[in-house]
Nanobody
């Protein structure tokens, strides 16, 4: 079992930055691909970013490339999402997720077996 707890969300203005954190329990965190997804009201959950076991590979949605950075610290069982140049369309609940079965990064949420409770990010002037 893996438990994921997100933190770091909040209300910011366009152009601001936020860093989300996801703390994971479990002894084999380093063997999970970790991802961030988001869901805006009335929309489906969508892929944001993911990172491989070692952190050597990452993948991003086109909408966040160049603005968001995913990273992980396996010693702290934590994955991060640094979000810069935030836009109103980034407003959503952000979820951390763990994929314990895939060998490569996947972007579909159904492949992720563990999810956090989500943290709200609101970008508004």
């Amino acid at each position: 079992q893996v438990q994921l707890v997100e933190s770091g969300g909040g209300l910011v203005q366009p152009g601001d930055s936020l860093r989300l954190s996801c703390a994971a329990s479990g002894r084999i965190f380093s063997s999970y691909i970790m991802g961030w997804f988001r869901q805006a009201p009335g929309k489906e959950r969508e892929f944001v970013a993911a990172i491989s076991w070692t952190g050597g590979r990452t993948d991003y949605a086109d909408s966040v490339k160049g603005r968001f950075t995913i990273s992980r610290d396996n010693a702290k069982n934590t994955v991060y999402l640094q979000m810069n140049s935030l836009k109103p369309e980034d407003t959503a609940v952000y979820y951390c997720a763990a994929d314990q079965t895939s060998l490569r990064i996947v972007t579909i949420p159904q492949r992720y077996g563990y999810w956090g409770q989500g943290t709200q990010v609101t970008v508004s002037s």
